[in-house]
């Protein structure tokens, strides 16, 4: 499986973005997807995920009320819907998938990974 993020780009404090992950190679509709991100010096942490069913969810307190994942099964794509951005939401975001029925919230939980997407909030 391979997992291909996009929509990240440079946008103005208070703004919005919307990423998209794209899965080729087979089909995630029973795996569990995520969102990581990671910020120049500072290890990967998560963000969001969901679960197959696209009914369970878990978030970040840093992100909670503002950021909200949802994937389209049909499509085999995973979204990443970010409002009310801050600076301190600057990273590379990651989205990745897992097999298992756990949304977990550290790396080693997840089997594929997209290449990452920039996504950078200015002041």
């Known amino acids: 499986v391979q997992l291909q993020a996009s929509g990240g780009g440079l946008v103005q404090a208070g703004g919005s973005l919307r990423l998209s992950c794209a899965a080729s190679g087979g089909t995630l509709s029973a795996n569990t997807m995520a969102w990581f991100r990671q910020a120049p010096g500072k290890e990967r942490e998560f963000v969001a995920g969901i679960m197959g069913s696209g009914i369970t969810t878990t978030y970040a307190d840093s992100v909670k009320g503002r950021f909200t994942i949802s994937r389209d099964n049909t499509e085999n794509t995973a979204y990443l819907q970010m409002n009310s951005l801050k600076p301190e939401d600057t990273a590379v975001y990651y989205c990745?998938?897992?097999?298992?029925?756990?949304?977990?919230?550290?790396?080693?939980?997840?089997?594929?990974w997209g290449q990452g997407t920039q996504v950078t909030v200015s002041s």
């Open positions: 990745a998938a897992s097999g298992s029925l756990v949304i977990f919230t550290t790396p080693p939980g997840y089997q594929y």
